[in-house]
């Protein structure tokens, strides 16, 4: 039996009234080359979110939680009403631009080799943001904690963590993940790891769901043809604090789940050593009391 649609597309929301009708609206005019269907799960908004895409979408799949369950157990409630041979993860913070939708899914079609797909993001002024990485093994969380991972010529020895040197992001790539953000992932790949970790309530679980894929033969690709907005720390109030908190602790998460006691408790001493650094820098050097006071509470979560 044929399917009705060839892809999913689910977006978690929360209290992201006007950027979630803008991603909405973007995805409608910009995706014309293959059916879809748009799946959002509200995280109990309340800001109005499910009035406007009751009113303005009423062909989207809306799920309704009495509270907010987090990214991974949003986007593991969209799955179960997916249909299709792939389905987007997509941040409702984000703008579909030149037909990024239909060209990442041509693209991973063409190539059978990709089995989960990133995109490029770019900033509001359309410069490149990092969007993925390799796994973070404790030598790159060590040249990540103390500035070194993008120096010349050494991100081709130690493989960086988090990559955001803007050339990184122009040419088409395997890594080991991509970001939540925008991911295009094969049905047969969320079949056989079964979606995302929910214990991951946000940041690091597209770390974990690409490295239980990678484990089980999967390939991750990063594609720069396809192109989209994501209007980073503006889905959520203290965007940047809720950022550095979640990475400590997604880190964590990865390491208590997948490494060594030992290699955990070296984890944390590099995670209070790159806070403790950042303290000084961003701190006491610069006078900045907000940051300084953002990475005491990490040194604190680590």
């Not at 509270?67 to 997916?82: E, I, V, W």
């Not at 006691?261 to 000084?280: Q, S």
Request: glycine residues 6%; charged residues 25%.
């Amino acid at each position: 039996m044929k399917l009705d649609f060839e892809l999913s597309i689910i977006i978690p929301s929360f209290n992201t009234k006007k950027l979630l009708r803008n991603c909405l609206k973007s995805i409608f005019e910009q995706t014309q080359k293959i059916k879809f269907k748009v799946i959002v799960i509200d995280n109990n908004s309340e800001d109005g979110s499910i009035k406007m895409i009751k009113e303005k979408f009423p062909q989207v799949k809306l799920i309704c939680n009495e509270r907010n369950f987090g990214f991974a157990r949003a986007n593991n409630q969209g799955l179960t009403h997916a249909q299709g041979d792939c389905v987007l993860f997509l941040n409702s913070d984000t703008l579909i631009l030149d037909g990024a939708i239909d060209k990442a899914v041509e693209f991973m079609k063409k190539d059978k080799r990709v089995d989960i797909l990133g995109c490029q993001l770019l900033n509001q002024n359309k410069t490149i943001q990092h969007s993925g990485g390799f796994f973070p093994k404790l030598t790159r969380v060590f040249s990540w904690m103390v500035f070194i991972d993008e120096l010349p010529f050494l991100d081709q020895i130690i493989k960086p963590y988090q990559q955001s040197n803007p050339k990184f992001y122009q040419k088409t790539k395997q890594l080991d993940w991509v970001t939540g953000g925008f991911m295009l992932v094969k049905k047969e790949v969320i079949n056989r790891i079964k979606g995302f970790d929910e214990r991951f309530f946000m940041y690091a679980e597209e770390v974990d769901f690409c490295f239980r894929a990678k484990k089980l033969g999967f390939n991750v690709w990063f594609y720069p043809g396809a192109k989209i907005i994501h209007f980073k720390g503006k889905s959520s109030k203290n965007g940047f604090q809720k950022a550095v908190l979640g990475e400590y602790q997604g880190l964590k998460k990865f390491y208590q789940k997948h490494q060594s006691v030992p290699k955990l408790f070296c984890l944390r001493l590099l995670l209070k050593m790159g806070a403790l650094l950042r303290i000084l820098i961003f701190g006491i050097l610069s006078g900045d009391r907000q940051k300084r006071n953002i990475y005491e509470k990490a040194f604190r979560v680590a």
